[in-house]
């Protein structure tokens, strides 16, 4: 039988202002789900050096969202290894934070209060307010702190929502979807601020999408996932920020869709 051994952050209330402990590497070695008969996920092996962006594509029903589940800890695997490195250390316990494609904002609080929630209970008032208005500044916010969700646009909203997931400096950063949502113009736009907060705080990114072109503008490398498997691990070798149109970049996409369009036929 397949052992299964998973190293996770304890949940420990904050009491001082969140330290950036660093970008945490993942390592994962023969990762199995099932749901009930169905087998979502089939022996993945896929290391993510610390720090590095990785977006995950494929069709609808291949795995990546279970996957990022996985990784978050929101879902247990069924068998297989996941482990995390941070500096230094052979085993860390990381900071890992999810945005999903819905903002979840809560309506009777503030936008200060709702990225407020993502320090946890116990957090000094001075502090909170500090790290909360600091946050709100790097997603261009700062105007905003005081007004309620229902008054912010879609985009703005979601932004809320990458500074709740920011403002207790994780180590890993999931995305789900996040800009699935968005009207094109507005999608673009977040894209440039998530590449920016993403290379000013240095996390590790875990994105999960069904954009192609999104994936390579902002991820070092491109996973392709099929039935549970992976079956394209590309590289994306062009510094950031990247230039939407780049003709290089459209190669890579090609090269992705034909991995899974053409295991879509298979």
Not at 100 to 124: C, I, K, M, T, Y
Not at 153 to 167: D, F, K, N, T
Not at 244 to 259: D, R
Request: proline letters at 6%.
């Amino acid at each position: 039988m397949s052992t299964i051994a998973i190293d996770r952050p304890r949940a420990e209330a904050a009491h001082t202002a969140p330290q950036a402990a660093g970008a945490v590497a993942v390592h994962i070695k023969g990762l199995e789900k099932s749901f009930g008969s169905n087998r979502v996920l089939r022996g993945i092996d896929l290391d993510i050096p610390a720090g590095q962006f990785v977006a995950v594509i494929g069709k609808s029903g291949c795995g990546k969202s279970t996957l990022l589940r996985i990784l978050t800890g929101l879902e247990e695997p069924s068998a297989g290894h996941l482990r995390f490195e941070a500096a230094g250390l052979d085993e860390a316990q990381p900071n890992t934070r999810i945005v999903f494609q819905e903002p979840r904002l809560l309506p009777w609080l503030s936008v200060a209060d709702n990225v407020g929630v993502g320090l946890g209970e116990g957090v000094p008032r001075d502090v909170l307010r500090k790290e909360t208005a600091a946050v709100l500044s790097e997603v261009q916010l700062a105007e905003k702190a005081g007004e309620w969700p229902s008054s912010l646009s879609g985009g703005q909203r979601q932004r809320v929502a990458l500074a709740r997931a920011l403002v207790s400096k994780p180590g890993i950063l999931a995305l789900d979807e996040p800009l699935g949502a968005l009207d094109a113009l507005t999608r673009i736009s977040m894209q440039e601020l998530l590449n920016r907060v993403w290379r000013e705080l240095g996390f590790t990114a875990v994105l999960v999408t069904h954009d192609v072109s999104e994936s390579v503008h902002l991820a070092d490398r491109v996973v392709v996932l099929d039935e549970g498997r992976i079956v394209l691990d590309l590289a994306v070798p062009y510094p950031h920020p990247r230039r939407h149109g780049n003709p290089a970049l459209a190669e890579l996409e090609g090269q992705l869709l034909a991995a899974i369009l053409g295991n879509a036929r298979g």
